[in-house]
């Protein structure tokens, strides 16, 4: 399963501060995973995700946009057991 998430975190970057939640009905938010190295565990990939303000929090930056959108983005990990 995979989701996503995103969020801001205000003082001295220890509190968390706005939270922006996967829009589901955008219709082409992804990932696609390119590689996987079994021997190594790294996994690299590519994603799209918009993703828009949680409107069940409080808002901590009224300057910051409703909406985020993340486009032809990659990403490189490594699975940890």
């Given at each position: 399963m995979t989701g996503s998430s995103y969020s801001t975190l205000v003082d001295d970057g220890?509190?968390?501060?706005?939270?922006?939640?996967?829009y589901g009905k955008a219709v082409d938010n992804y990932v696609t995973i390119t590689s996987f190295n079994e021997k190594t565990r790294e996994v690299k990939g590519e994603f799209q995700v918009t993703l828009v303000f949680d409107?069940?929090?409080?808002?901590?930056?009224?300057?910051?946009?409703?909406t985020i959108r993340f486009t032809n983005e990659r990403f490189h990990t490594k699975i940890n057991d």
């Amino acid at each position: 399963m995979t989701g996503s998430s995103y969020s801001t975190l205000v003082d001295d970057g220890d509190v968390l501060g706005d939270i922006f939640k996967v829009y589901g009905k955008a219709v082409d938010n992804y990932v696609t995973i390119t590689s996987f190295n079994e021997k190594t565990r790294e996994v690299k990939g590519e994603f799209q995700v918009t993703l828009v303000f949680d409107q069940l929090d409080n808002r901590n930056d009224p300057t910051a946009p409703d909406t985020i959108r993340f486009t032809n983005e990659r990403f490189h990990t490594k699975i940890n057991d």
